[in-house]
């Protein structure tokens, strides 16, 4: 496995070469943009992946585009239907739930959402007509112990708001829709099954690992007390960071998005009662409010934020982070410490939350993002671990009440079995 772990780095470095040259040395398109390429990135990897020597073949699911969420306004942000990967539960599972919202960035100017409708992240026109289910997704018992026999579905991602907004800007032909497309869709799986579901989970990475943490008592609000339901937010924990130069990137980008596109009305009111619509967008101001289990799963450092919100290019103009943030073994001592402290930023965020028994946490030193969807990462001979335990039996300890988790890695790089990111400029 540690060999094909190593053609997987090489791949990403060979799919990524030419992308990241590209916004390493100043992309016209605005960090929205880096994050929809990385995801295209990591995309391609987890496909490649599944299929390289020795390894099995992955599921392939088909699309279904919701028929009537155009009546009700549930658009992407040209218009088109959204729509959603099912595949169905089987024996034990027949009657479980597993959601799995997509993840891919925000677009916070009307210049970076009119890009977006040009591509699979703001179009179903774009949209992939199959998808490979790995992770989280499999069907595999050996893949993905807990839930791989659950009903399964992947929901496509295609307002730019992690499905939280709702406007529109008729002069540029922009739906802003993403709290009528989680209804409608949540509306069509209820009709299809998951209304007599005993057990549920709303799970969701990055921007969808957002989306699982601002929806996730109104998920459990679907079902009767009947139904056990948890959430699972893997590399969502946003945080609102002071970054190399001072600023705060991911703040000014939020307020965009929230601005933009009408989502401060669909916050939660126990936060916006207390701080800003922007602040109440940041995960670290939300999590105290929700009532629903939930279990956070994220890298310390994770590799998005490292690059796009902590040393972006435009808080390090003459590029002093350009090593540190494509690669953490060339960080300097005080790069690291800069680094160590927002790991401490976001595990101080978490105190409260991990206090609670109901809630789950593993928090891995790894410079990673996103690691329920890849079968390296979530349940493999080689998976990061804390403990000795792999992210995919923690996650099923917590969901079936086995055991407590509370897992807190060591700081970086006392931890040999992660899957660091390593970008290329």
Known sequence: MRTQHCKWVVLFVLIGLNIFGKLVNGYEFDETEFHYNTSEV????????????????PLIVGLTLIPGAAAKGAVCLDGTLPGYHLH?????????????????????????????????????????????????????????PDFFNWNRVKVRYCDGASFAGDSEDKANNLQFRGQKIWLAAMEDLMSKGMKNANQALLSGCSAGGLASILHCDEFASLFSGRTKVKCLADAGMFMDATDVGGGHTLRNLYQGVVTLQGVDKNLSPSCTNQLSPTSCFFPQNIVPHIQTPMFILNAAYDSWQVVSSLSPNSADPKGAWKECRNNPGKCSSSQMTFFQGFRNQMLNALKGFSSSKQNGLFVNSCFAHCQTERQDTWFADDSPVINNKPIALAVGDWYFDRASVKETDCPYPCDNSCHNLLFKA
């Not at 990591?42 to 073949?57: D, M, N, V």
């Not at 409708?117 to 989280?136: A, D, M, V, Y």
Request: aromatic share 10%; hydrophobic share 35%; glycine share 10%.
């Open 42 to 57: 990591i995309s391609l990897l987890e496909a490649s992946a599944a299929t390289a020597a020795g390894a099995p073949s």
């Open 88 to 144: 169905r539960g089987f024996e034990s599972g027949a009657n479980s739930w597993l959601i799995q919202l997509e993840g891919g960035g925000w677009c916070n100017t009307i210049r970076s959402c009119v890009y977006r409708k040009t591509t699979r992240r703001g179009s179903s026109k774009f949209f992939e007509k199959q998808l490979p289910f790995t992770g989280i997704l499999s069907n595999k018992a050996e893949e993905n």
